[in-house]
């Protein structure tokens, strides 16, 4: 969970915690900066954990900021990790596939977002029941996929 340099990985912990109080003071603008040039400038790899923290932080801030590509692109990046730290079936990772197929569907990239929407699926039914509000939210979502694909 902390791979790569070790001095990297404390500087990225130190920024995560500038970066919540920008975000809890509102600044999402300026938090989203620090954030991006964080990421740039990391040498830490996506799988390091606070490297994965800034990924997912970045996602949060340009979904609350309405910069739709850009979320998607951070949000495909934790995939392997959350792949590499959640198991087969695990809720947390279950709901970022989810996040990444909301995305894709949102951007009209239907067909990516048909396979991600299925792959939550798999793993919600199982986690959370088929009678689960999140459940029923996805396989709403998954219908409104699958409409799309078919007048377009």
């Not at 994965?52 to 990790?81: R, V």
């Not at 959370?128 to 694909?149: A, F, P, S, V």
């Amino acid at each position: 969970m902390l791979s790569g340099n070790e001095e990297a990985s404390r500087e990225m912990e130190h920024s995560l915690t500038k970066l919540e109080e920008l975000r809890s003071q509102n600044n999402l603008k300026e938090a989203l900066a620090l954030c991006k040039e964080l990421i740039k400038t990391s040498k830490l790899p996506n799988k390091n954990i606070h490297h994965l923290k800034a990924l997912d932080f970045a996602m949060d801030l340009c979904i609350h900021l309405e910069i739709w590509e850009e979320a998607l692109q951070f949000s495909l990046q934790t995939l392997g990790p959350y792949s590499l730290y959640y198991s087969n079936y695990h809720p947390v990772r279950a709901v970022q596939i989810m996040k990444v197929g909301k995305l894709q569907l949102h951007l009209g990239k239907f067909p990516e977002a048909m396979i991600t929407l299925k792959q939550a699926f798999e793993i919600i039914k199982v986690t959370h029941g088929r009678d689960h509000g999140l459940t029923q939210n996805l396989l709403k979502l998954l219908g409104e996929c699958e409409m799309e694909m078919k007048t377009t």
